[in-house]
């Protein structure tokens, strides 16, 4: 992760806490507390565009579309009649100009057990299944090939494994968990289901100094395109409401000044 300026957040704090006569402590687990639903709200699933369940459905479909790239589900008679034709795999040749220069693609017949293996060979770090064009004729080369390989399974082992991977839908958010726990911040079931275990939020305390520390543990957060970004946004999020309220308490107080003197 990246390292972030936090000038214009310790202002932002430091007026805050004066204006609104709030302790250093409180306003730094308010300000925590803000960051965290931020955080939340804007890392993958959810994005400024889609939020909540629109932004589950949206990660469901995404899931969908990579699974039928690298398998394809058919009836049990099918299967049988595949595997009496060819065996559980075979090869066959790319098809296109240059084919044998590349190689053959695989086709396999695989069990439920398998299919999670097939899918993370064909996944790239940030969890996608590599994107290649099969109609292409040019410019496709040797390690392009294992995207474009068939992974033949049951339309029920289909489902069993489609349903597992919906499963994991908010596990990135989820390394928020902890500190969402510990600060009362509200957030979606389906990134509240996965449990605080990914995360940590620890609080030190002294009578000269208070120090709240966030962490997100999930694995692969530091493949996630520009999550330092959202990270950005999150802490620039949490500066700008700190100002909003300052100004309203200082817009309430010369409401009040000028009702006293008048």
Known sequence: MADFDMTALNAAMKTYGE???KSTAAVIKQTAKSFTKYIISSTP???KKSQGKKAKKSAEAAILKDL?????PLKPKQIAEVESLQGKSSSQSFGHKGAAALGNIQIRILSVDEMDAWHHDRRGK???VFSVNRDATTGLRVRDLVALDIGLCTEADFTTYLKSRYALVGILAAGWNASAEALKVARPAWVKRHGPRRGSYTL???????TITLGNAVGFVDNVRAYDRRMAFALKASTSNLER???AILA?????ANLTSA
């Open 19 to 21: 204006v609104a006569k």
């Open 45 to 47: 699933p959810n994005s």
């Open 68 to 72: 039928l790239q690298i398998f394809k």
């Open 126 to 128: 940030n969890g996608r």
């Open 204 to 210: 030190a305390a002294s009578a000269d100094d208070t």
């Open 245 to 247: 309220q300052t100004a």
């Open 252 to 256: 309430k107080a010369a409401r009040l």
